[in-house]
């Protein structure tokens, strides 16, 4: 069925490192991917999204392109602040039927001064 | 424009005893869907209403229940609550095919 893998955490770093957290995806058809961000205590907030393949999401710095060759939306920010420190997921949803989301199952960010 | 709202933020119930939460979708959103997120993990999809219908359903059982009101509105109900269940819920709405706004969730401790 539809998953969502992602590299697990806590990925820890010093302010101004460049950020990279893996995510890969099954699923049938041609998905819209996403990556959403959980500050601790709150909800989720989208953080950015690509419907079709090559397409760069972006948003606050960070990036994921659309990889449909290689199944992957990997989440990129070259250089990263303290504020960055939350839960990072990667999701998709399926291009038919109706439609939710597939979560995988979040990478934990840790920024240090 | 307003987001989505749940309540209440936290609970704590005993098991076997019942739940309602209660989510208002943002303004002019005609889906609603709840997820179940436990410690740790990704958030996993219970269900969705749309115009309410439900139009989808995960992997949980019977016992998990759900309405969505003419305001679109909706409620999560869960009966026999176990252990198992103490989770954070969230409500995301949406439009048929648009993208997702997420509440703040509702943390349901089972003890």
């Known amino acids: 069925g539809d998953s969502v893998t992602q590299m697990e955490g806590p990925v820890t770093l010093s302010e101004e490192a460049f950020l990279t957290i893996n995510c890969t995806y099954t699923a049938t058809g041609y998905p819209s991917l996403f990556w959403y961000v959980q500050y601790p205590g709150e909800g989720l907030q989208l953080l950015l999204k690509a419907t079709k393949a090559d397409d760069k999401g972006s948003n606050k710095g960070f990036e994921a392109t659309y990889r449909k060759e290689t199944t992957s939306f990997h989440l990129e920010k070259g250089s990263v602040q303290v504020s960055d420190s939350a839960v990072y997921f990667c999701?998709?949803?399926?291009?038919?039927?109706?439609?939710?989301?597939?979560f995988g199952k979040g990478t934990m960010l840790l920024v240090s001064p | 424009e307003t987001g989505v709202t749940q309540s209440p933020t936290h609970l704590i119930k005993t098991r076997g005893q019942q739940v309602t939460l209660r989510c208002s979708s943002q303004s002019g959103h005609n889906t609603v869907s709840w997820y179940q997120q436990a410690l740790g993990q990704g958030p996993q999809f219970i269900f969705q209403y749309y115009r309410e219908e439900e139009n989808g359903r995960g992997n949980f059982p019977p016992r998990f229940s759900g309405l969505q009101f003419p305001n679109y509105s909706s409620e999560l109900n869960v009966n026999a609550l176990e252990l198992d269940d103490s989770a954070l819920y969230l409500c995301a709405s949406s439009l048929a095919g648009g993208g997702y706004t997420f509440g703040s969730g509702t943390r349901l401790t089972v003890v």
């Open positions: 999701a998709h949803r399926a291009d038919s039927g109706y439609s939710t989301l597939t």
